[in-house]
């Protein structure tokens, strides 16, 4: 089949029947294994949902920057029918964050022998969904597990008939968690194609607090992998989380990321989004502002460096009155990169008062990167303050000129511009072990040798 | 230190500076004055190196220190000593006042063939020289230029010159905008600066300026040449007068 011109009235090329097919085999092996019942229906519903419906190409609006054509026409092997690897000798200290609660996945699985133990307030949970889901927390995950997700794509269907693990946290109704927690997501190095289907499920109750990292690498340069992740994020009223992502796929890894979430009364959502490398890293981040003075924070920052393609792809629901929004993503460009960027705002007719700001600054290193940015604003009531503003280019001359009339040459004063165009960025983390961390690594890659 | 003859430049095909001839010894202050539009921020730029300027190679010389000063590009010029502190200094988002002069004080040092400062000697300097100019000790890590008042970002370019210590420094319009105080200020920090073989141009549009600091010469520039030269007594005389005075007597007189 695969390489046929075959005229079709699908919505897709047969092409990918052998990817498709791959799946559901996996899908069928999975439910042998033992499961509850409500997980097993939940699973059945994705399986279902995934079987019709074709796969994201770029006829589809929502998909016309992004084609996922390489990632479409590979067949990969889901972690039901694979040996589990272990990390066998891998430094993860790079990723962890010392004083912190450091949980660590691997291939899409906790791993307990090197996560830290964790040390929780009273009824609280960070750890493994799968453990969460046949023990004491079975109730809140049943309860939460698919609540937010909306009807997404091929792959977010693919990621519920998948679900057996990713992180979970469950704080309860005032609790305060002490530290953060970190959870780190490994992919090993395979010799087949393997995709990860974590899925993700974060829990705060009325008035709760926490500040939460997921760190993503790979061993070696990417490999083959492919994660395909959804997460959950529920933060009830008058809670606040504090959530960084930073992903490292790796020159050749490919990412796949929907984290949707839901936000009760004056809540408040601080989140920053780094991407740091992939072939294909997609983070769809949904957003929904759901009761009162709810406010949330979306900071991204991307540096694609060779050939990546990075897709931010942001959508924020104004639900309820006095909502605010504060969306401010930064990406540096280089070589052949290519970055999207859509910023959807949906206010519906009844969120009056609502404030939503949006920004996308682009750097771009090199003439052959290309961006892509597309603020998208849908206002159905009157009383808003909806407002928004993109940038794409080099390092402004006027700037470098600068530079130069203190003695630092053209090249120098680039990298030293782009170091400062991130770190404007990476300043805002709120945690000082994290942003150090971050901070370090945008340090690392950009700044030229100068004395620190 | 500085020879400046016959300097032709222009921008987008349009003519600016017509012919500029003076030359600057070491310890001397010279003061550049005219109306608006009389090429003195042009002349501030094309000796720095701006290269939005188009100099006419065939026709101007330019010596700075022995060398060909118009051969240089704008860091090595730097380099070399010269300085401009900027009429509008520009703001960089996310570099740190002391990230980017450490950056720049070591460029310069490397390229005299003297050790690299390190972060703990150069804060020490950087402390020091910020008390000298009365800048706030919290500015070192903040952004450069970015949020600054419009004193605050020209007193920042004096703290520049304190820590780079160049041979020429030209300071252009840095008087403008500022109220007394922070002219004062301004002012304290550029005499304290004055030294036997450092030379300044003040580029600018008052006389306001040289009652702080007292030039050694005065020129007025008008339509892209120096028309007058001559002492202190030449501002004051500029004051008095207005530059309608220049133009009339100009405009009238003019061979062509």
Known sequence: MRGQAVPTTTTEAPVFDLTREHFLRDMRRL??????VWLKKLRMDGETLFAGTAFPHTKMEEWRETNLAPLVET???????????????????????????NLVFVDGFFDAAVSDASLLPYGAHAGSLAQ????????????????????????????????????????????????????????????????????????????????VAVTCISMGAGGNHFDNVVEEVVIGDGAALTRCEIIDAGATGRRLCTTETRQGRDSRLESFSITLGGAIVRNQLCVMLDGPGAEAHLNGLYLNAEAGLVDNNLHLTHAATNCTSRIAYKGVLDGTSRSVFTGRVLVVPHAQKTDSVQLNNNLILSDTARVETRPQLEIYADDVKCTHGATVGPPPPE?????????????????????????????????????????GIIYRRFSPGING | M???????????????????????????????????????????????????????????????????????PAEERARLGL??????????????????????????????????????????????????????????????NAGFSGGEKKRNEILQLAVLEPRLAILD???????????????????????PNRAFILVTHYQRLLDYIVPDFVHVLYKGRIVKSGGRELALELEEKGYDWIRTEEDAGAPV
């Open chain 1, 132 to 211: 969460a889901m046949t023990g004491p927390a079975e109730k809140i995950v049943q309860k939460h597990l698919g609540s937010c997700l909306g009807k997404r794509s091929a792959y977010t269907a693919l990621n519920t008939a998948f679900i057996q693990d990713g992180p979970f946290l469950y704080v309860p109704q005032g609790v305060e968690l002490d530290r953060p927690v970190n959870f780190i997501c490994i992919a090993t190095e395979r010799q087949e194609n393997v995709a990860a289907h974590y899925r993700g499920l974060f829990v705060l109750d009325a008035m709760a607090r926490a500040t």
């Open chain 1, 75 to 101: 067949p990969y092997y889901s972690m039901t029918g694979l040996p589990r690897h272990t990390l066998a000798g891998f430094d993860t200290a790079p990723c962890r964050v010392d004083g912190w609660i």
């Open chain 2, 173 to 195: 319009e840095t008087d403008s905008g500022l109220d007394i105080d922070a002219l004062r200020i301004v002012s304290e920090g550029v005499n304290r600066l004055r030294s």
């Open chain 1, 399 to 439: 700037i470098v000129f600068y530079f130069r009339s203190r003695g630092v040459d053209e090249k120098t004063a680039r990298g030293m511009l782009t170091y400062g165009f991130a770190e404007d960025l990476a300043g805002r983390i709120p945690d000082p072990a994290l942003r150090q961390k971050v901070d």
């Open chain 2, 83 to 144: 300085f401009l502190a900027f009429q509008y200094p520009v703001e960089i988002p996310g570099i740190s006042n002391s990230y980017f002069l450490q950056a720049a004080m070591n460029e310069i040092r490397k390229s005299r063939g003297l050790d690299e400062l390190d972060a703990m000697d150069f804060d020490e300097l950087l402390q020091e020289k910020m008390k000298m100019v009365e800048i706030d000790p919290g500015f070192a890590s903040r952004a450069v």
């Open chain 1, 31 to 36: 439910a042998e294994t033992p499961a509850p």
């Open chain 2, 2 to 72: 500085l020879e400046i003859s016959n300097l032709h430049a222009s921008i987008a095909g349009k003519e600016i500076l017509k012919g500029i001839n003076f030359s600057v010894k070491e310890g001397e202050v010279h003061a550049i004055m005219g109306p608006n539009g009389s090429g003195k921020s042009t002349l501030a730029q094309v000796l720095a190196g701006h290269e939005a300027y188009d100099v006419d190679l065939e026709k101007s010389r330019v010596t700075f220190l022995g060398q060909d000063l118009l051969d240089l």
